[in-house]
Each structure stands twice: as C-alpha cells, then as structure tokens.
C-alpha cells in the first residue's frame, strides 16, 4: 500500500510555527529568495535559513536559480519553491477528550496541525464541527485550501459497521451510537472522508512508520480509556466482516466481577481501562490524584508504580494470548496512554503470552512498545487518507515505502 513518512522526531512548536509561515507563504508566491522569505515572514536570516535547509532535506520545496536574469552582478540568488505536486491529505484524529488535524503531502509529511481539548464523547456534534474548524484552520496555516485536498481520512474511538459506516456498541462513546461519521464529515468538509476506529488508525502507522516497520503480521493495541486492537494481517489491515475485529475490551476475565458499561460483568476493560489502572497508582503511591499523576512514562520509573504496570501487561498480556494462538502474529505493540509506560507493561504482556500462549505462538512472537506514542492514530489516519487518494484514481503519483522510522513527539 501507499507509505509515507512522518514528520522529523520531536518538532519544537516554535520550529513546526516557523515551518507552517514559509509553507503559507511560499504558498502564495511562486518562487521566493531565502532573503524574501525572511522579509515577507518578519523571520530572521537564520531562522529562515536552517528551516529551508530542512524543508529542502525533506522534499518539501526544492531550491534552485530564478528563471529571470539577475539584477546585479555576481551569483543569481537561489529561489525556494514549494513541491506539492500530487496535492495534500487531511488525517483527523478524535480522541475522548481531544480532536486533532493534520495536513500532509501524499508522502505522509505533516505541513500543519491543529487541535483542540474538548468533550468528543458527550458532545458529538460539537466535536465534528470542531474537526472541520480544525481542518480549515491547519489548511489556512500552510496556505493551502480544501481543493487540493486528495484525500481525507479520521479516526474515531469507537466501533464502526464497516457495512453502514455507523458506529456500534457496545462503545464508550455511548453519544455517537447511530451517528455515522463519514457522512457527518463528508457533509461539513464538502468531500469523501473515510472513517475508521482509532486503533486499526494506530495499528496502521505503527506498522508503516513505527514499532512494526516490516512486520506484515501483527497486533495493535490501543490501552486508554477504552481497550481495543488493530490488527495486519498478511500485510493489509484487518477489520473482520462488520468492522470489530479486535475488540477485545469486552473479553470476560475469569475471577473479575465488575459491571462493564456493555452490559456484561468482568470484562477486560473493567480491569485495565487507563482510568482503573490510574486509581491502583493512586493508591500504592500514597494518595496522588489520579489527574495529577506523572504521565506513564515518568511512573515506570517508580518501582512501586513499575509492579502495577506490570500487573495490568499481565492481564492484557491473558487475553492477548489467546488472541496470539489464533492468529499467529509476529509482533503485539502496545499503544495508547497506558502503552507508554513502556518495559513494565511490555514485561507483564510477554509474561502471559509466555504461560498462555502455546508455545509455537508465544515463540515467534515479539512484544513491543509503541514508537509513535500518542501520535499514532493522527498518523494512521494520515496514512489512511493517502491511501483513500490513491485508491480514487489515477491523479495521484505513487509513493515509495518510508525512510527510516521517526520517533515523533508532541
Ligand atoms: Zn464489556
């Protein structure tokens, strides 16, 4: 399938604001010298300087002489032009709390973000009106406009009828149940989105650019609110005959007894949600309010922290074993707020495979953190619009397999 490269590690806001100025302004001009750039933008020389140097590694503009003579005796200054020719892609993520936009080129590289805090589950109309807003405004950062738009993709949360486009239960998401997402977007962004769960969003770019480059067979998880899977399978994304395949969230765990919101009692998520496991961090670390925790990758460090996050592996790593022995996938990566904790979560998860799992499976079987953090499903759905693109004609120029993997951070 089409790749794409995500954007260098670890982008300072003020370098991607720097970024998004020349972008927008070379969108408006044809051709600029760096000294015009630095003119028209307030920028410094420098400034300017080392983020064309950038834009220029990345394929993002190019550099060469102006077409006219020059002026003055000596060189002709070099212009920079913008390269944007197989158009961009809009990639949408929600999250529970959060709605996020990214443009990119039909190479995966980010031109512009946008995002916003807000209540995506309890207010759904609202959310979807803010990841237009979102859009426009990240495609008027980079001067560009929704008519360039190829292709355009969003993750959402929760379960989506891959027959109807609408979104099932049982779903954290209680508000969205019925609402269908890719007509919602397609009718306030004006054109085709394709709308998929967050986790096959994550499973996608953590394959393409991440934890799973070159691993064709593999399993996604996304450890947040909610639990749920992403799987590739043979190389492709897989979803199952009406779009939940992998939800594992709602997998009974013997002994467990607690009501789940879909009805069941004991339910993995009942356990393991980022919430549940927030509340025994709370605890064995002396009464801390679970909002006011250190994020995941700070608390591993803790051994105290460590042994609870290793528990909570070993319960995801139960249910996952049984998923090992149907599949027999090469890697499980662990994705989502809890994924980040990284080597404690990781050792409880290869913990169970290990006991659970039969030994063929469990065998061939790498288990790994996630390299694209909370990033991953932005990213998936970038990779999906490129793919959305592609798949509607011939317009599109192809796009090669990605460079090396990019740790990327917010
Ligand atoms: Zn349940």
């Not at 077409?67 to 529970?96: E, N, S, Y």
């Not at 994550?202 to 996604?220: K, Q, S, T």
């Not at 592609?390 to 192809?398: D, E, I, R």
Request: glycine share 14%.
């Amino acid at each position: 399938m089409s790749a794409a490269v995500p954007e260098p590690a670890a982008v300072s806001a003020r370098r991607r604001r720097t970024r998004e100025q020349l972008l927008a302004v070379l969108a408006r001009h044809d051709a600029l010298s760096r000294a015009e750039l630095a003119r028209l933008t307030g920028l410094s020389r420098s400034a300017v300087g080392a983020c064309v140097s950038d834009l220029v590694e990345q394929g993002l503009v190019g550099e060469g002489p102006a077409t006219a003579a020059p002026a003055g005796p000596g060189r002709p200054a070099a212009v920079v032009r913008l390269r944007r020719g197989a158009g961009i892609v809009l990639g949408l993520d929600f999250g529970h709390t959060h709605v996020t936009a990214a443009v990119a080129d039909t190479e995966g590289r980010i031109l512009a973000e946008r995002g916003e805090i807000l209540d995506v589950d309890g207010r759904p109309q609202q959310a979807l009106d803010a990841g237009a807003r979102l859009a426009h405004a990240a495609l008027a950062a980079c001067g560009a406009t929704m008519d360039e738009v190829v292709g355009a993709a969003a993750g959402i949360p929760g379960p989506i009828d891959v027959r109807t486009s609408v979104v099932r239960e049982p779903t954290i998401l209680a508000s969205w149940i019925g609402l269908d997402p890719e007509a919602e977007l397609g009718a306030r962004l004006r054109r085709p989105v394709t709308v998929a769960n967050d986790a096959d969003m994550g499973a996608r770019a953590e394959h393409l650019y991440g934890a799973g480059r070159g691993i064709d067979d593999l399993v996604y998880v996304k450890a947040s609110h909610g639990i749920g899977a992403g799987l590739i399978l043979g190389g492709r994304p897989y979803r199952g005959a009406t779009g939940i395949a992998g939800e594992i969230g709602h997998t009974q765990l013997p002994g467990a007894i607690n009501w789940c919101r879909c009805g069941n009692q004991g339910c993995l998520e009942t356990v393991v949600s980022v919430g549940a496991v927030r509340r025994r961090l709370e605890h064995v670390l002396g009464g801390a309010a679970p909002d006011r925790l250190p994020p995941m990758a700070e608390l591993a460090a803790s051994p105290a922290a460590a042994r609870v996050l290793t528990d909570a592996g070993r319960t995801v790593g139960r249910v996952l074993a049984d998923l090992v022995n149907c599949l027999n996938p090469a890697a499980v990566i662990l994705g989502g707020e809890l994924g980040a904790a990284g080597e404690p979560l990781v050792a409880g998860v290869r913990e169970s495979i290990d006991r659970h799992a039969g030994q063929g499976g469990a065998g061939a079987v790498r288990v790994l953190g996630g390299r694209l953090g909370e990033r991953a499903e932005l990213l998936g759905a970038v990779a999906a619009a490129i793919q959305s693109s592609s798949a509607a004609g011939p317009a599109v120029t192809a796009v090669t397999r990605p460079a090396a993997p990019a740790a990327v951070s917010r």
